[in-house]
């Protein structure tokens, strides 16, 4: 075998087999395959596809490219993923929540991809803290603290390292296939009885109609289930922000609110989701209605957010961060308003484009080398149906230089509109897949 043969026979839509996308896999992980013949690969696949069992073939392939954890707990080992939207900081509630509950929860998460943000980014806008942990280390922190939020070790999926690096800068984020191998390849290796995925649709989702998230939602789960692992997906919508502030600083800021009860809304209401499913699917639950009253309660009383701290902690942070956290987060140079020149309705906005905004802030990534300034982005973003007076603040951007600000300021504008009659209320969950 070799990397050629391989991606030529994916350009031509010859079949593959489970043996060439292991070997493609081991290539990926032992450097025998180069960072050209990666972005080769995921062009091809990108553009030809994988049916069902290749796209499981390289599931396992690139699971099996490093080490698969197990564990020895006095309760279940769960997780939660998502597709990836703008304003989308569930990751940081639902983690310690699922471990107030009596759950393990080794989140292996990734950085910043295409227009959405990346948990491990908006993890390490916290002063101090570190997710690049040895397996060792995860294991005692989970085993401690209940939860961790970690990057990949370089022995778990080491091929998917590669191949997600590779993915963010040849525009092949978009692939069912690739999606679908770079979650689950982490997911797997991390050794979990289940898992709750987050399919994002709409405007600010890779996954932009019901069609493409149902197929993604499908696919995932029919992968999951395949390899022993329980999973459910939820379908929500992502034709908003999820939460009103976009940036990494900004959404741990919105995170904390969250936790301290002084901010509710959508971003409560998706965790709460999420959360009351994967307790179920797990055994931690009785039904999905007491799975969700339980995520509730401990979001609520502050318990979530005493375990948050805990595990701040635990990955370097300070000590104390809940009781006064803006202390510990960046804070950007300029900070202006973009006001409304009308009055009106919100009635559409482009999320995909305010995540590009702050990604040219400099919030991401546009070449895999870019340092991410944790301090930037967008908060104070209306919300669809919401009627705004002239004059009235449509977000607020926080930027390192003013012509940056002047830049979004246009970008901002462009992506909201506002009309005479109001949106219609879209459901946070459009479908459950199990």
């Not at 350009?11 to 290539?27: K, Q």
């Not at 991809?113 to 690049?132: A, C, P, R």
């Not at 301090?375 to 930027?399: F, M, N, T």
Request: hydrophobic share 45%; net charge negative.
């Amino acid at each position: 075998m070799d990397a050629r043969s391989i991606i030529a026979a994916l350009r031509h839509n010859e079949d593959i087999s489970d043996a060439d996308l292991r070997w493609f896999a081991e290539g990926l992980a032992d450097g025998g395959v180069s960072d050209a013949q990666a972005g080769a690969f995921a062009m091809a696949v990108c553009l030809n596809g994988l049916d069902a069992a290749g796209r499981r073939a390289l599931t396992l392939a690139m699971r099996d490219s490093g080490d698969v954890l197990t564990w020895d707990l006095p309760g279940p080992v769960i997780d939660k993923h998502s597709t990836g939207g703008v304003g989308d900081c569930v990751s940081l509630l639902l983690a310690p929540a699922l471990a107030e509950c009596g759950a393990y929860v080794p989140m292996i998460s990734g950085r910043g991809l295409g227009h959405t943000g990346g948990t491990l980014d908006k993890m390490e806008s916290i002063s101090g803290v570190t997710t690049q942990v040895s397996e060792a280390r995860l294991a005692r922190i989970v085993g401690e603290v209940g939860c961790a939020i970690v990057g990949a070790s370089g022995q778990i999926a080491p091929a998917d390292k590669r191949l997600y690096a590779v993915r963010d800068v040849t525009a092949t984020v978009e692939s069912l296939d690739l999606i679908t191998a770079s979650i689950l390849s982490k997911k797997l290796a991390a050794g979990l009885q289940a898992l709750v995925l987050d399919v994002k649709v709409g405007t600010g989702a890779f996954m932009k109609t019901a069609n493409e998230a149902k197929d993604l939602a499908r696919s995932l789960v029919d992968t999951a289930n395949a390899a022993g692992c329980k999973c459910s997906a939820l379908i929500t919508d992502m034709n908003q922000p999820l939460a009103a502030s976009l940036g990494n600083a900004l959404e741990v800021d919105a995170v904390l609110r969250a936790l301290t009860g002084q901010d509710a809304g959508p971003l409560i209401d998706v965790t709460i989701a999420l959360g009351g499913q994967v307790l179920l699917d797990g055994g931690l639950a009785d039904s999905l209605e007491a799975g969700e009253k339980q995520i509730r309660a401990v979001l609520s009383d502050g318990r979530a957010a005493e375990r948050f701290g805990k595990m701040i902690y635990a990955v370097g942070g300070p000590l104390g961060f809940v009781q006064d956290w803006r202390r510990f987060l960046p804070e950007a140079s300029v900070i202006r308003e973009v006001t409304a020149r009308d009055t009106g309705h919100v009635t559409a906005i482009d999320g995909e484009s305010l995540g590009l905004a702050v990604v040219h802030l400099g919030g991401g990534r546009l070449v895999e080398s870019d340092v991410v300034d944790p301090a930037v982005g967008l908060s104070d973003v209306v919300r669809l149906g919401e009627k705004v007076q002239k004059g009235q603040p449509l977000a607020v951007i926080h930027a390192a230089r003013e012509d940056a600000a002047q830049v979004t300021e246009q970008a901002v504008r462009a992506a909201i509109t506002l009309g005479d009659v109001p949106a219609a209320p879209l459901p946070l969950v459009h479908e459950r897949i199990t």
